[in-house]
């Protein structure tokens, strides 16, 4: 009984002062604190990261390795019932964050490079396109005007295998 007594009083007490803790600051109900601006993180995202589109039966598998400026990667395009694309990434990150690429693939048995430009912001991946031109006829594409390009389409992350 004497046990179960200090129980109570310890639990009490301990009540008491979360409560005293609990209590709100003093000040004065007309003054506002204005709240730190975020801060946006400036550094260099590192590492290994998977990306997936897939629309209807339409997919895009997208992995890169970014090691200080240099990037490595795959990516499948795999359309539904038609010939995909698997290949190669390789490129560089420029200062803006985007990722300037080389798309070195096997397309219904010929070999083909592409220029791709990405940009990674958070769990997207975000892939910029427009008209590609192949002035050389030789598998070469490039975007007629990079500037025109336009991010419209996204991956989302997805797990490493």
């Avoid at 200062?95 to 300037?100: M, N, P």
């Avoid at 427009?130 to 389409?153: C, F, I, M, R, W």
Wanted: with cysteine; hydrophobic share 35%.
């Amino acid at each position: 009984m004497y046990l179960a007594l200090m129980h109570k009083r310890i639990t009490l007490f301990t009540l008491g002062i979360a409560f005293l803790g609990c209590s709100a600051p003093e000040s004065s109900p007309d003054r506002t604190e204005a709240l730190p601006e975020p801060t946006v993180s400036t550094d260099p995202v590192e590492g290994t990261f998977c990306f997936l589109k897939a629309l209807n039966k339409d997919s895009t598998f997208v992995k890169l390795t970014v090691q200080g400026d240099s990037v490595l990667g795959s990516m499948r395009w795999r359309p539904w019932e038609k010939d995909g694309a698997t290949g190669s990434l390789s490129g560089l990150r420029n200062a803006e964050g985007e990722l300037e690429l080389i798309y070195d693939y096997m397309i219904e048995g010929q070999h083909q490079t592409e220029t791709k430009v990405m940009k990674m912001e958070g769990s997207l991946l975000w892939i910029k396109t427009g008209q590609l031109v192949d002035p050389n006829n030789d598998g070469h594409l490039h975007y007629a005007d990079v500037s025109k390009a336009t991010y419209s389409e996204q991956a989302v992350a997805v797990q490493c295998r």
